[in-house]
C-alpha cells in the first residue's frame, strides 16, 4: 500500500493562467459551474488542494482577484448525479450564499470562520471576491445511517460563536495540516471519527419547524429504497418501476450518472459484501455473505470483486479494517478530485 494519501492539485497557483483557471474549474464541475468576472489584471488567484481519506475527501480552496459565483441547479444535479454532503469551514474572507432558486429572498453571508452545510442533491448559489475554505466531502449515507433528516441542514450555517463551529474548524485545520503525512490505514480511522464528529455537532439543528423543508429528489428515494433492500432477489428495474410508479425510460434516466440502475445494484451489493468481509466481528462464510446479495456463482462474483476493490474476498476477509483503507487508496490512485468524488458517492 501507498505510504501516502492521494493527493490531487490544480488551479493557478499550480499552472499560472487560462490553464490553471480551467484546470480549477475542471476539478470542481461535478460540484459547482463556476462564473468568474471583474477579474484583476493579473487574473484570477485559484488553487485547490484535495485528499483522498477513505470515508470522506477534504480539501482547500482558494479564490481571489475576481468575482466568482458557484451554481449547481437541478439540472447540474441531474447530470452530475452526487449525493454527497458538503461542509465548508470559511477560514478566510466571505461569500454571499442562496439555497432557493435564484440567488435573492433567502441570502445568507458566511464569513470567516462559519460552517456551512450543503446537500448536493439539492440546489445552490453563492458569489465571492476572496474566499479560502476547507472542505469536507462524505456521502449522505453517513447522515442516514444515524437518521439525521438532511432537509432542514441544507443551506444552514454555523456561526463562528458557536462551540460546534469552533470544534469543526479546529478539527479541519489539523486534518488538512496532518493530510501530507497520514499512512492510509490511518487516515481511514480519521474520516470515519470526522464523519461522526460532524453528525454528532447537527443533531441539535433538527427543530420540528424547520424539518421536511423540501421533498428529497426522486433518485434519492430510489436509492435509499435500493439499499434497503439489496438482499431482494427481485430487486430491479421492474421492482423499482413498480413500486415508484415510474417508466423505465425515467428510471433509466435518473440512473444514467451513476452508471445506470443494474450497475448501482451490484455496485451496492458488491460494497455490503465488502463491508461484511472485512467485518473482524463477522463470521458467517465468504460465500453464504456473497449469496445474501444475490452472487450465487463464486468465480464471477469474486472477478467483480477484484475488480472493484483491488483484492480478492479472501483477502478482504484476512485484512479486516485494514481493507478498507486498501481499497480506498486503490481506487483513488489513478483519480483525479472529480473520480474522488463519485467513487465516494458509489461507496
Keep these: 500500500m501507498p505510504s501516502s494519501l492521494p493527493q490531487f492539485q490544480a488551479g493557478t ?3 499560472p493562467g487560462r490553464e490553471g483557471a480551467h484546470a480549477y474549474a475542471e476539478a470542481i464541475a461535478p460540484v459547482f459551474d463556476v ?20 470515508p470522506l475527501v477534504l480539501g482547500q480552496a482558494h479564490m481571489s482577484g ?21 461542509v465548508q469551514i470559511i477560514v478566510e474572507g466571505e461569500d454571499v450564499r442562496s439555497t432557493g432558486r435564484s440567488t435573492g429572498g433567502d441570502e445568507t453571508v458566511a464569513r470567516t470562520g462559519d460552517v456551512c452545510l450543503l446537500d448536493l442533491t439539492r440546489t445552490f448559489a453563492s458569489q465571492t471576491a476572496h474566499c ?35 470544534l469543526l474548524r479546529s478539527h479541519a485545520e489539523s486534518l488538512m495540516r496532518v493530510a ?31 424539518r421536511r423543508a423540501a421533498a428529497e429528489t426522486q433518485r434519492a428515494r430510489l436509492r435509499r429504497f435500493i439499499d434497503a433492500n439489496l438482499h431482494d432477489p427481485d430487486l430491479g428495474a ?6 415508484f410508479g415510474v417508466s423505465r425510460a425515467s428510471l433509466y434516466r435518473l440512473f444514467a450518472p451513476l452508471g445506470g440502475v ?3 445494484i451490484r455496485n451496492r451489493r458488491l460494497r455490503r459484501v465488502f463491508e461484511a468481509l472485512s467485518d473482524p466481528t463477522q463470521s458467517q462464510g465468504m460465500a453464504q455473505v456473497a449469496e445474501r446479495y444475490g452472487f450465487t456463482v463464486w468465480s464471477s462474483f469474486s472477478r467483480a470483486f477484484k ?3 483491488g483484492m480478492t474476498p479472501g483477502e478482504a476477509r484476512g485484512q479486516g479494517a485494514v481493507a478498507a483503507a486498501k481499497a480506498a487508496v486503490q481506487q483513488a490512485a489513478n483519480g483525479d478530485l472529480s473520480d474522488w468524488l463519485r467513487a465516494l458517492d458509489a461507496a
Design 13 to 15: 497557483r499550480i499552472t
Design 35 to 54: 462564473r468568474l468576472s471583474d477579474a484583476a489584471e493579473r487574473g484570477p488567484d485559484l488553487g485547490i488542494n484535495s485528499f483522498n481519506i477513505g
Design 66 to 86: 475576481g468575482v466568482f459565483g458557484y451554481g449547481r441547479d437541478g439540472r447540474k444535479i441531474a447530470a452530475t448525479g452526487l449525493e454527497l454532503v458538503l
Design 132 to 166: 479560502t475554505n476547507i472542505n469536507l466531502a462524505l456521502p449522505r449515507d453517513a447522515f442516514d445511517a444515524r437518521d439525521i433528516d438532511l432537509d432542514p441542514l441544507h443551506g444552514l450555517v454555523l456561526r463562528r460563536e458557536s462551540a460546534g463551529a469552533q
Design 180 to 210: 501530507p503525512d497520514l499512512a492510509p490505514e490511518e487516515a481511514y480511522g480519521v474520516g470515519r471519527a470526522t464523519t461522526d464528529l460532524l453528525a454528532g455537532l447537527t443533531l441539535g439543528h433538527r427543530g420540528e419547524d424547520t
Design 238 to 243: 421492474e421492482l423499482l418501476c413498480r413500486r
Design 262 to 264: 443494474s450497475e448501482h
Design 307 to 309: 475488480s472493484r476493490f
